[in-house]
């Protein structure tokens, strides 16, 4: 593209077109003033929408070179809503802006809220998709420990109900094996 415009701007320059010249010039200077490098928070609301819509590659996009390739389809997140972003903490090259994601069918209807990790890539703030993906690996420990906790009260009632069942098998295997004892006694007697 370079090239093809320094040929054009040869060609104006040799046929001596000074007003295209101007024209080609201002151009430039005007899409270079357009390309503005957006901030954490417009970052962090393009991804996440990517993501919800399931547009992957545009979500690739928003990503740090090294993270693009995790950035795959997320069934979890799929047709939920991104309610808002909130605090951002910019520090050096590093960004954090805190997310938040209402679940389609979530029972609690509570928002998924995290820290999305924004790093600056050649200028440019691009998600940390690994360090966001940790971010949110964190949150559902109190999800699953509620739900670890439902299913060991359900594995205690049920070994509760089992318990006196083991204990009359063991009884009476118990008895069986003393039954078993004194007749291997009795026939040791005999035979002495």
């Given at each position: 593209?370079?090239?093809?415009?320094?040929?054009?701007?040869?060609?104006?320059?040799?046929n001596?077109?000074?007003?295209?010249?101007?024209?080609?010039?201002?151009?430039?200077?005007?899409f270079?003033?357009c390309?503005?490098?957006?901030?954490?928070?417009?970052?962090?609301?393009?991804?996440?929408?990517?993501?919800?819509?399931?547009?992957?590659?545009?979500?690739?996009?928003?990503?740090?070179?090294?993270?693009?390739?995790?950035?795959?389809?997320?069934?979890?997140?799929?047709?939920?809503?991104?309610?808002k972003t909130?605090?951002?903490?910019?520090?050096?090259?590093?960004?954090?802006?805190?997310?938040m994601?209402?679940?389609k069918?979530?029972e609690?209807?509570?928002?998924?809220?995290?820290?999305t990790?924004?790093?600056k890539?050649?200028?440019?703030?691009?998600?940390?998709?690994?360090?966001t993906?940790t971010?949110?690996?964190?949150?559902?420990?109190?999800?699953?420990?509620?739900?670890l906790?439902?299913?060991?009260?359900?594995?205690?009632?049920?070994?509760?109900?089992?318990?006196?069942?083991f204990?009359?098998?063991?009884?009476?295997?118990?008895?069986?094996?003393?039954?078993?004892?004194?007749?291997?006694?009795?026939?040791?007697?005999?035979?002495?």
């Open positions: 593209m370079i090239k093809s415009l320094l040929q054009i701007l040869h060609q104006n320059y040799i001596h077109k000074t007003s295209r010249l101007i024209g080609i010039l201002s151009l430039l200077f005007l270079n003033g390309q503005t490098t957006l901030s954490p928070e417009q970052t962090t609301t393009a991804f996440w929408k990517a993501m919800v819509n399931d547009e992957l590659e545009t979500a690739r996009k928003y990503t740090t070179r090294e993270t693009q390739d995790l950035v795959i389809k997320q069934e979890n997140i799929m047709g939920a809503s991104l309610e909130g605090v951002i903490v910019i520090d050096g090259p590093d960004a954090k802006v805190a997310t994601i209402m679940l069918n979530h609690s209807n509570k928002p998924l809220t995290f820290d990790v924004l790093l890539e050649d200028d440019v703030w691009k998600v940390d998709y690994q360090k993906l971010n949110l690996s964190i949150l559902p420990f109190g999800e699953v420990i509620n739900s906790r439902a299913i060991g009260d359900v594995i205690n009632k049920k070994l509760e109900q089992q318990i006196p069942l204990e009359n098998q063991v009884k009476s295997l118990s008895d069986e094996l003393i039954r078993q004892l004194n007749e291997f006694r009795h026939q040791l007697e005999k035979a002495r």
